[in-house]
């Protein structure tokens, strides 16, 4: 019976600081498939933690199991309650923003993108340096059309994601690669949105000077 082993954890899980080291997120509250903050932690017969959202997608990645996978073993099949535990305890707000983060990607895929990008928002304020969000805010304003947020926050997702991964081969990241993609749109999208507002303001310079003359 692991009742009272887990009851002792708790008590030690109370004791711990309120805040967390500067790191924590870096070190290992970090998932290792979509490389955002944890949120229903998952590990795998490797030793590393997912999203439990991203245990199948980290699979279908990988396309072959090995011994290590632990998915014969049912590792990754449920929420890994005593990490989740931990990341609660140590760091509340890096945990809620996790939450809100996940439930906004849910108004994304119903395309309620002025939500979901309300809730990114949240998410931002509470954790500011999860490269993931700004990526996924910058989405949402691109579906929304407002190219010129989507360009800043495709911008500060790229800069978090260099700056985070300055020791490490960050340059094919697909995270960066994606992120780069959404801040090439959004450039080529405020072009074409410039030249249509030209083209029209012309036009209508042009109906004006018309009706002038018909006077």
């Keep these: 019976n692991m009742d009272p082993a887990v009851n002792i954890l708790r008590c030690l899980l109370r004791s ?28 795998l017969g490797d030793g590393s933690s ?94 929304l059309e407002e190219y010129g947020t989507a360009l800043s926050d495709s911008e500060t997702a790229c800069r978090l994601l260099l700056e985070q991964g300055a020791h490490q081969r960050t340059a094919s990241s697909p995270l960066l690669l994606k992120c780069l993609a959404r801040r090439a749109h959004c450039k080529q999208s405020l072009v074409v949105v410039a030249k249509n507002l030209a083209k029209k303001d012309r036009e209508g310079k042009g109906e004006g000077e018309a009706e002038g003359e018909g006077e």
């Design 16 to 43: 711990l600081p309120a805040s967390p080291p500067r790191d924590l997120h870096d070190t290992w509250l970090k998932c290792a498939h979509c490389n955002a903050l944890l949120y229903q932690p998952s590990t």
């Design 50 to 143: 997912l999203c439990l959202s991203c245990v199948d997608k980290a699979h279908r990645k990988k396309k072959t199991k090995t011994l290590l996978d632990g998915s014969d073993l049912h590792f990754g099949k449920a929420e890994n309650k005593i990490l989740s535990e931990i990341t609660t305890a140590c760091a509340p707000k890096l945990h809620e923003a996790a939450r809100v983060r996940h439930e906004s990607n849910s108004f994304f895929r119903e395309k309620k993108y002025e939500e979901a990008r309300n809730g990114y928002t949240k998410a931002i304020d509470l954790y500011s340096c999860d490269a993931v969000v700004w990526s996924n805010r910058s989405a949402a304003s691109i579906c």
